[in-house]
């Protein structure tokens, strides 16, 4: 009851004028860089940092946290309508987004993924209101154990990331996870398959990577076709997702959401990992999952639910415990601070009023976000009317840049090219992409989480078994991985 | 059996060993105290087991899929080469011409590939560039690489 | 016809007036300059310099634009800088870690003594080791005793194999001939949350710990740096409790070694100004830096003194044989 009213009194401080209008710009902005692919929340975040000393410290915060936000239901987009991923949480979005758009479905794909996000950020909102301090307190039990065996469930789904062949589906995660090798060593910081070369000593970053592999092999691969290219027509009432797709879609939502409230709270975990391991959850789930990778709605949902419902939760143990769970809300730490305010334990004991008008201001900023993407919808779905000749140049375009102001260097601009030509190449060779990408993000924190641990255990995998949440994983690995092979030798006896 | 996948499990295969032999010079270390070269050698040691086992499976023909034709042209077309070769000179010219020109000059020949008439494709590039620029310099606040200092 | 040809020359030749050879005049700046920053926008090596930059640009009188180019642990941005015009609008905001500890450890794309010319050494991260609030241990004197009478039973969190985090302690340990098992995390943050959550028993951590040691979350045992620090004025500092070692990373700007003497002086003297600045105090205050200044001179000096020490840190520990980079 009194956290009721003091969420009332936070709702009743953002509701006034100039506050309503810092959430909705900042809505506003964050849309913007979640439908541009390369500059992502972070950079806005700090762009705008030194702009709003000018508000007053909750104005200020509220801007900043409506950017993440709407940058999280922008991200899926570019990824729906052409294949080009606008921020690595909506990487996994490509896979079934796109092929929903081939098929004439945009505006549902946009439609269930603005629904989802909504439902699922809300109820994050709900957690982080109700039980903030026991999340945050569990969270920090994991340590490089429980992480390991976490990721290591996360590999699992790479076989039903597969849709044909197992060993190409295995090929591909193991150069991904060569690719996420190159780089500083974690723990030595010894340079790894950098070849002296001074941009790779922080590893590639996953969105050139993206945008080459999904954005300019799709242009590459399209480019050859002589037939031109069907243009899809797409009626007014196909715009928002229609029964059946809501019906397919619900569980996915569902459970998107679930998964993206747990994950969001882990240090390191957040909108990324969650989108990917959500799809995969699904794709395990999924009666028909062939139908995956061509276009189902599930494929959708259930990470555009799951990175909305992490980008809520994320701020849990940044407000209770101030500890920045990803990079965005580690560049909102930095705001906080240069704003004079400690997030932390302390925080709700001395600026209560701030800390509810934050929770206020995100559930308002929900609404509108919601409200304000929906008609959106018919404006984005008219982009497939381009015709592709006009169109292509433009999305060349916006992978360039994207790539460019990932870290304002040209280097990734190569990066982003040569993983085109590798994409295409991969098509044209019958590979997928997608096992590739899982392992490439998955593969350092699975390294460094493995090293960690047996280093605290002077080199004994008990540390693994020893540990209640990290046996729990690692059962359910065994489960994941035995259990298909069971299914497939009973159906083989009978 | 198919050529494609024996191609791409050499392919992969070779990238496998180099990375096998760079991982050695890495060092592997103990598992008390594993090493830089410890996980790049266990993936590259399993990527050899699924490339050997990918090529022998299309060897010995268990499989045997529909033959895929591979000539190097049918593989690369010429317009994909095209595209390729222009983002490479465009991210090499970027730094030293400044975005505006550099952009206008890449889109303008992305156009003209696309076969849009001379002055439709100069209007539209001219169109994007500045659009492009003035959405991402002055709105998202991005340097991009300016020309003699000013734009 | 003729007007216009006339038109576009006066243009052109305007354009080639303002951009031939930027002559040196008293008059520097007369255009905006640009600092770079090799670290992501947030960090407390962009807030500082962010800081530095408002405060010396109403002294200079034209604009710092602060330029992220994040990368190859911050040395990305130094070479940009280097493949600029020497003329003193590109500089470069780096911590001294970047030219004396990362290019040890990797080969730089710069000599870490001949390539700059340093302006200005401007601030510092709060450096320290800690326990949780919790923790048996109340000095470090007695987190020492326990390590000598308990081998490898304590673990502990630094911000990466060969920082100055894991310098500190193992001074410690060399000293107290202590063995504790190292856990390095990536950055302070994540050794903060491995330390919270009971992970480690205790950590040598970077500025996120004054948040947590304000909030009772966390017992300061001593700070790193060579001076009592001004936000945590009791805690002693490792030298006061016998262990000579300090911090060596110190925030600074750098130009190329071969800008205009004068056009280095003047960028010195307006920056040394912005450092007593309240502005950029105040705004040091809120982020958790803790100031100092050196001129150009002594921080070529502190380069060179802190090279050799970390030198014998990183072989001693086996961390490198020999420096990746000749420092000449």
Not at chain 1, 46 to 56: K, Y
Not at chain 1, 216 to 238: C, D
Not at chain 1, 371 to 378: A, G, T, Y
Request: with cysteine; net charge positive.
């Amino acid at each position: 009851m009194e956290a009721l009213n003091s969420l009332l009194g936070g709702l009743a401080i953002a509701f006034e004028f100039h506050n309503l209008a810092l959430i909705l710009a900042g809505c506003l902005l964050g849309t913007l860089v979640g439908v541009l692919p390369g500059i992502g929340p972070a950079g806005a975040i700090s762009i705008l940092l030194p702009l709003s000393f000018q508000l007053p410290p909750a104005g200020a915060i509220i801007m900043l946290a409506g950017i993440y936000n709407g940058a999280m239901y922008g991200g899926s987009t570019t990824s729906i309508l052409v294949n080009v991923p606008g921020e690595a949480a909506s990487v996994v979005t490509c896979l079934d987004g796109y092929q929903m758009a081939r098929k004439g479905k945009a505006g549902a794909a946009l439609g269930i993924a603005v629904f989802g996000s909504f439902i699922a950020a809300t109820v994050g909102l709900i957690g982080l209101q109700l039980i903030a301090g026991p999340l945050s307190e569990f969270a920090l039990k994991f340590g490089p154990p429980e992480y390991f065996a976490v990721i290591l469930l996360g590999f699992t789904f790479i076989i039903y990331l597969a849709q044909r062949s197992i060993i190409k589906a295995a090929i591909m995660a193991l150069c991904g996870l060569i690719l996420g090798a190159i780089g500083l060593d974690p723990i030595t910081s010894q340079p790894r398959l950098t070849f002296g070369i001074i941009s790779l000593y922080e590893g590639l970053h996953v969105v050139p990577l993206a945008i080459g592999l999904f954005g300019l092999a799709e242009i590459l691969a399209n480019l050859e076709k002589t037939v031109p290219q069907k243009i899809i027509k797409v009626k007014f009432r196909n715009l928002f997702p229609k029964k059946a797709h809501w019906l397919k879609a619900r569980w996915a939502i569902i459970r998107g959401t679930l998964i993206g409230f747990f994950m969001g709270i882990l240090p390191g975990g957040g909108p990324v990992l969650s989108s990917f391991i959500s799809y995969g959850v699904e794709k395990r789930l999924a009666k028909k999952p062939q139908r995956f990778g061509r276009g189902a709605i599930e494929g959708v949902a259930a990470p555009e639910s799951a990175n909305n419902a992490a980008a809520s939760t994320s701020f849990i143990p940044l407000l209770t415990l101030g500890i920045p769970p990803n990079v965005v809300l580690a560049v909102l730490f930095g705001a906080f601070l240069m704003h004079g305010i400690t997030p932390g334990p302390l925080l709700l004991k001395e600026h209560p009023d701030i800390f509810w008008c934050i929770i206020g201001s995100m559930y308002i900023g929900n609404i509108i976000l919601l409200v304000m993407n929906l008609p959106l919808i018919p404006l984005w779905v008219q982009v497939l009317r381009i015709p592709e000749r006009i169109l292509y140049p433009l999305i060349i375009l916006l992978c360039v840049i994207g790539a460019f102001s990932i870290n304002n260097n040209v280097f990734d601009i190569f990066i982003m090219i040569i993983f085109g030509v590798f994409g295409y190449l991969l098509r044209k060779f019958d590979y997928e992409p997608a096992p590739l990408i899982l392992a490439f993000v998955l593969g350092p924190m699975f390294e460094v989480n493995l090293r960690r641990s047996l280093l605290m255990s002077q080199g004994s995998f008990g540390i693994f078994i020893e540990r209640p949440v990290a046996l729990m994983a690692l059962v359910l690995c065994f489960l994941v991985i035995v259990l298909p092979v069971y299914h497939a030798l009973t159906k083989r006896k009978k | 059996m198919n050529r494609l996948d024996i191609i791409s499990g050499v392919i992969f295969l070779a990238l496998a060993f180099l990375v096998l032999m760079h991982a050695f010079t890495l060092g592997l270390g103990k598992l008390a105290q594993p090493q830089p070269g410890f996980f790049p050698f266990w993936a590259a040691f399993f990527l050899i087991i699924f490339c050997l086992s990918l090529i022998s499976e299309n060897i010995t023909g268990k499989k045997n899929k529909s033959e895929t034709s591979f000539f190097l042209r049918e593989i690369i077309p010429r317009k994909s080469f095209l595209i390729v070769l222009s983002l490479l000179v465009y991210a090499l010219l970027l730094p030293r011409l400044g975005y505006l020109p550099a952009t206008f000059f890449l889109l303008l020949f992305l156009f003209m590939t696309a076969r849009i008439k001379i002055w439709g494709a100069l209007i539209k590039s001219l169109l994007a560039v500045i659009l492009s620029y003035i959405l991402f310099q002055y709105l998202l606040k991005t340097p991009l690489p300016q020309t003699l200092g000013i734009l | 016809m003729k007007i216009r040809s006339i038109i576009s020359i006066l243009f052109l030749s305007s354009m080639l007036l303002v951009f031939a050879g930027q002559p040196v005049s008293a008059a520097f700046p007369e255009r905006p300059i640009t600092l770079l920053v090799g670290f992501s926008p947030g960090g407390s090596m962009d807030l500082s310099a962010r800081a530095l930059a408002a405060a010396a640009e109403k002294i200079l009188g034209q604009p710092i634009v602060v330029e992220n180019k994040p990368g190859g642990t911050g040395m990305v941005a130094l070479a940009a800088m280097l493949a600029q015009n020497p003329d003193g609008y590109t500089l470069c905001a780096t911590p001294s870690s970047v030219i004396i500890r990362a290019s040890q450890m990797q080969e730089a794309p710069f000599k870490p003594f001949s390539s700059f010319r340093p302006i200005i050494g401007f601030s510092e991260p709060q450096l320290g080791i800690v326990v949780k609030n919790d923790a048996r241990w109340k000095s470090l004197k007695e987190l020492v005793n326990y390590a000598q009478k308990n081998p490898n039973k304590l673990k502990y969190a630094t911000t990466g194999i060969g920082s100055t985090t894991h310098a500190a302690v193992d001074v410690i340990s060399a000293k107290k001939k202590l063995q504790m098992i190292h856990v390095p995390y990536k950055g302070s943050m994540e050794a903060l949350t491995a330390l919270l959550g009971g992970h480690v028993d205790f950590a040598a951590l970077t500025s996120e710990l004054i948040p947590a040691v304000k909030a009772g979350q966390l017992r300061l045992l001593a700070v790193i740096s060579e001076k009592r620090s001004p936000i945590f004025p009791k805690t002693s500092t490792l030298k006061e409790l016998g262990y000579d070692f300090a911090n060596d990373a110190v925030f600074a700007v750098v130009a190329p070694a071969d800008i205009p003497t004068d056009v280095a002086k003047n960028l010195e003297e307006a920056f040394a100004a912005a450092t007593k600045s309240k502005e950029y105090l105040d705004a040091l205050d809120k982020i958790g830096m803790i100031p100092v200044y050196y001129n150009g001179e002594k921080f070529s000096e502190f380069l060179k003194i802190y090279w050799k020490k970390i030198n014998e840190h990183l072989i001693a520990t086996g961390v490198i044989k020999e420096a990746a980079t000749k420092p000449e």
